[in-house]
């Protein structure tokens, strides 16, 4: 696929985004931008939650990673169907009647401004170090296929992402991300089906044999029940696919704008529980694909690439198949990317300008969608600076920390939420912050030890301990009576 055709192919992706999301924006107030108005229907919250879960990371990395971890993701995801259960029916009711703009403002009214500050920020954190990790992903990807062959510095290739993705969220917000979540819904899901399909095309199977080859494969290994000590045992990454969701996407201002656009609690329920059978669906279907990748490069003689995350882009580009399977692929991680980073953009914008500024509360109209559009703004400039960042020291080693980090900063949020919804104790707030932060260390140093003297590897359930450290620490400051 040459640099021209895939130069093309995002050409035309972003001119129909901008379509969408100025059809569906331009009239967007602030409460437009901050929760869609409400009136999203329920089915339009779902087809865009389907897409909203899955980044340029997964797009890439899930393929891949059959090779290593066979098809033990699938854990995870039934645990993630759990925890939406949770999300739909005990966070949603509390969330409509309080009628939050950010979700952090439960956290205000429940312990005080040092509880939500803590929150948000932690939340900010995470977000933007996420968000901005997503993106650099895909522009190194869009280095190799496009900038590098024109002698373009990867600085311009981020200032061209960025500037797009500002430029289509700056109006419309979450009401704008609704229909462009739809188009990346139906963008993701339809390029890889049509790549799994041109590509048992390519092998010679019908559809019985594709199912029956997947079913052969020493990849499709779903569940672990063997090893505790492993970190695809079963039970570990079931109850952290539990924790990890409720994490998230129910406490996460990013995840839940959508679910919080719809009219009423019962519409986002219908949303939450439809999107998580979907998902279970889409997921399989990405370790599906990464089989067929696997045993197109056996029955090809193509070398394995040195990292697993390059086996789609290598096969999908230059691995011989038609080029419609490469516009598949830049189609692909080009929605999905544009849709994460754009999503990641407003919910930064909003939590900054309702949680830290209180903009809400000390603007009017016309002055906060001035502080809006500024704090805007200055989130793309950051997400930008992030990535530059990357570029400039990123290394897996440094990569891996950083997905770390992200996810040690949902503990504490987890934490809070959980210790105020299920105790009625008041605690000394301004001492809330220094065991929101002691609960990452503690948990990091619970990691090492258990590694180092019992030869237990904790993995994604880290959150969990996580929290637990969170509601300790909160307990010790319960205020008496």
Sequence with gaps: MTPAAVILTVAVYIAVLFVVAYLSGRKADNAGFFTGNR????????????GAAISGVTFISVPGSV??????????????????????????????????VSLYE???????????????????????????LRVYVVCAVMQLLVFDHYGLPFWVNMAVTMFFVWL?????????????????????????????????????LTFPAALEAVRQSPYSQVFFFDDPRSAHYFWKMFWAGVFTLIAMTGLDQDMMQRNLSCASPRDSQKNIVLTALSQMVVIYLFLMLGVFLYLYMDANALSMPEKSDQVFSLVAVGGGLLAAVGILF????????????????????????????????????????????????GMAVLMGLLILCFEAFGNDSVINLVYKVASYTYGPILGMFAFGMFT???????????A??????????????????????????????????TMLGMLLLVRKK
């Design 67 to 100: 090779a290593a971890d066979s098809f033990s993701y699938m854990q995870m995801v039934l645990g993630f169907t759990v925890g939406q259960m949770v999300v739909a029916f005990v966070l949603i009711p509390l969330f409509y009647k309080m009628k939050v």
């Design 436 to 469: 929101a932060v002691a609960a990452p260390l503690l948990s990091a140093s619970l990691q090492y030890a258990a590694r180092v003297w019992w030869s237990y590897h904790i993995g994604f359930e880290l959150l969990i301990y996580n929290a637990l450290f």
């Design 106 to 132: 439960y956290l205000d009214d429940r312990f005080g401004v040092g509880s939500h500050r803590t929150g948000a920020w932690f939340f900010f954190i995470s977000k933007s170090l996420g968000a901005a």
């Design 330 to 377: 830049v189609v692909g991680l080009i929605s999905s990317t544009y849709s994460a980073a754009g999503s990641a953009l407003t919910a930064l914008t909003t939590s900054f300008t309702v949680d830290i500024l209180e903009g809400t509360r000390r603007y009017d109209e016309r002055r906060l969608t001035r502080v809006r559009r500024r704090v805007h703004v």
């Design 424 to 434: 009625r104790c008041r605690v000394r707030d301004r001492w809330v912050p220094f």
């Design 168 to 204: 289509y969220t700056q109006q419309g917000g979450v009401k704008s991300l609704i229909w462009t979540d739809t188009l990346k819904t139906v963008c993701l899901v339809g390029s890889v089906v049509l790549c799994i399909v041109f590509i048992v095309r390519e092998l010679g």
């Design 39 to 50: 009136r999203t229907p329920w089915y339009m919250a779902a087809l865009a939650m389907i």
